[in-house]
């Protein structure tokens, strides 16, 4: 199937919806977002369009602090390859264009940071 431009809001929650159908099943960062976080999937993946809407398209709903949450949860080098791993691939099967390659730049430079962080409070 050809694939389709990132445009906004819409192909936001089809990837963030894809992504996470995918992380809940993962063996290795599944049980983190099931069973460590036990998070609520409804008020986070709304959470998530609205940061990436910020990010991609400037809008102005995400309210958040990204990395907080993340301090707890014992994330480790190999947990956010994986992540990226599974967001990389969740883009890259249906879109294409200046868009897919910035969220998932983005990701990446989000994903880096993140991890430079937590090891440079000794904590991964
Ligand atoms: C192994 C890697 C990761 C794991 C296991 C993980 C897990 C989590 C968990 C459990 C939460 C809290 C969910 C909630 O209760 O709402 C969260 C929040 C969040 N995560 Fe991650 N995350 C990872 C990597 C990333 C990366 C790479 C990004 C960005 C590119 C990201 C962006 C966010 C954002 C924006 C929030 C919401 C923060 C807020 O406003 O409350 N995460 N993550």
Known sequence: MKKKRIEGREQIIEIVDRFYARVREDDL?????????????????QKIYDFWEMLLFGSEDYKGRPFPPHIPLGLKPEHFQRWLQL?????????????????????????RNFLNNLQARGLS
């Open 29 to 45: 960062i599944g049980p983190i977002f099931n069973d460590v976080a036990q998070v609520n999937w409804e008020t986070h993946t």
């Open 87 to 111: 967001f990389f691939s969740t883009v890259d099967d249906s879109f294409e264009g200046q868009k897919a390659d910035e969220i998932k730049m983005r990701a990446l430079n989000i994903g």
